[in-house]
């Protein structure tokens, strides 16, 4: 699959109303002080007869929160305030209605990516050459958090995270097989690939509102929806 193509999947529905979604690959990510040369990352194939290194499938263990170049946090957000009608039988002088659940957002981490399949090239020679990455393994990531969750709060971390923070994020995301990334590794240097699922992450919390608009049982947790999928270079 070349990098930036279309595959039935979980993005946006496809146009024509078929219920399909399409999911677009990102395009590769190029860590700080990676053996590449700058500006060399291309979907092109090489030219007939360029000798080309094949990317190594690597036996080290797979992340599930790699780092993803260029990340960075967003600052806390404010708790929201409820208001409802005015109540004068209510201690707060605010009705909401019927006690409801609720989610906050406090912070938007860093986000990171959840690794399916690792690779890499050695260039043991004393001149550049172009390399070839090709994803030959695939995995699932789902919405999830750093402790259990109530089923009633996954839809409404779901279209919070959706809504407020990353429109692409979806409640699951299956990664593609056949996704390449092509460069140039310097002169006897290596490089390294990971490819896998880039999780949207986010610190905040569940709490239910009750009728007089007050929040209670706060529950603070880490939350993440997976959110595109693409390669990591290094």
């Not at 990340?71 to 957000?77: L, P, S, T």
Request: aromatic share 8%.
């Amino acid at each position: 699959m070349i990098l930036g193509s279309v595959s039935p999947a979980l993005a946006e529905e496809l146009p024509g109303g078929s219920g399909e979604v399409q999911k677009v690959v990102d395009e590769p990510l190029v860590a700080d002080g990676a053996a590449i040369e700058p500006g060399s990352i291309t979907d092109e194939p090489a030219s007939a007869g360029e000798p080309v290194l094949d990317g190594i499938e690597s036996i080290d263990e797979l992340e599930e929160d790699a780092e993803v170049p260029g990340q960075g946090e967003g600052a806390d957000r404010p708790d929201p305030v409820f208001t409802g009608v005015d109540d004068i039988s209510s201690p707060t002088g605010q009705y909401c209605g019927s006690p409801f659940n609720t989610v906050h957002i406090i912070r938007n981490t860093k986000n990171t990516m959840a690794v399916k399949y690792t690779t890499f090239v050695t260039n043991n020679t004393s001149s550049t050459q172009k390399f070839k990455f090709s994803s030959k393994k695939s995995g699932t990531t789902t919405l999830g958090a750093s402790v259990t969750m109530g089923a009633e709060f996954k839809p409404l971390w779901f279209g919070t995270i959706k809504a407020e923070i990353n429109a692409s994020a979806e409640r699951s995301w299956t990664s593609e097989v056949g996704v390449e990334a092509r460069g140039t590794v310097k002169a006897r240097k290596t490089v390294y690939g990971k490819y896998g699922i880039k999780k949207e992450n986010v610190y905040g919390y569940t709490a239910r509102v009750l009728s007089n608009c007050t929040v209670t049982n706060k529950r603070y947790m880490d939350v993440w929806a997976p959110a595109g999928e693409g390669w990591v270079l290094s």
